[in-house]
């Protein structure tokens, strides 16, 4: 006999664009992230525009990891290999646990589209203070390729055989 599923868990999720030359009536990457966590069930508790800076970066990610309402993080842009990208370098020092394979696979998946340019991809994801974070390229395509074949069914607490939910705070 198969154990049944658990139950849906809804998530407090914010989303971060990075990006020097977006503002909110251009952000199609993340207003397309904010409607696909709506869409499957989760809340977004804040989404920002934050300059490609690794220290404003920082601040914001290190402010919702201390947050006690906010449990997933989804940030998109500053992911490249262009030295000014510097999300990468942002977050690399908040975190307690990095998730290795999520930039193996993210790249897996970048490839079918991209081909062998997903090798300038620097996407990276991990747990700090039971606030999981994702660092995804900023265009619209690679944020949809992450959530429909990797984050949202790691973040859905029915997932099998096994999901990130039980590991984040409890609001």
Same mark, same amino acid.
């Given at each position: ?51 490609? *800076?690794?220290?404003? %970066?920082? &601040? ?5 990891? !201390?947050?006690? =309402?906010?449990?997933?993080? /989804? @940030? ?52 700090? *203070?039971?606030?999981? %974070?994702? &660092? ?5 395509? !690679?944020?949809? =390729?992450?959530?429909?074949? /990797? @984050? ?20």
């Amino acid at each position: 006999m198969s154990k049944s599923p658990k139950e849906f868990v809804p998530l407090s999720v914010a989303i971060m664009t990075v990006s020097d030359s977006r503002d909110a009536s251009q952000d199609s990457s993340g207003d397309y992230l904010a409607e696909a966590i709506r869409e499957a069930g989760h809340q977004v508790a804040e989404q920002l525009i934050c300059p490609d *800076n690794r220290y404003s %970066i920082r &601040a914001g990610v290190s402010r919702w990891i !201390a947050s006690e =309402q906010v449990q997933v993080v /989804i @940030i998109n842009g500053g992911t490249g290999f262009h030295p000014k990208n510097s999300t990468p370098e942002a977050i690399e020092p908040l975190l307690d646990r990095t998730i290795e394979g999520f930039g193996e696979l993210f790249r897996m998946v970048s490839y079918e589209d991209i081909g062998a340019a997903t090798l300038q991809s620097r996407a990276l994801a991990g747990l700090a *203070n039971q606030t999981l %974070i994702f &660092a995804l390229p900023g265009s619209t395509s !690679a944020c949809r =390729q992450a959530w429909e074949r /990797i @984050i949202c069914s790691q973040i859905d607490a029915t997932t099998r055989p096994c999901n990130f939910v039980s590991q984040l705070k409890k609001i």
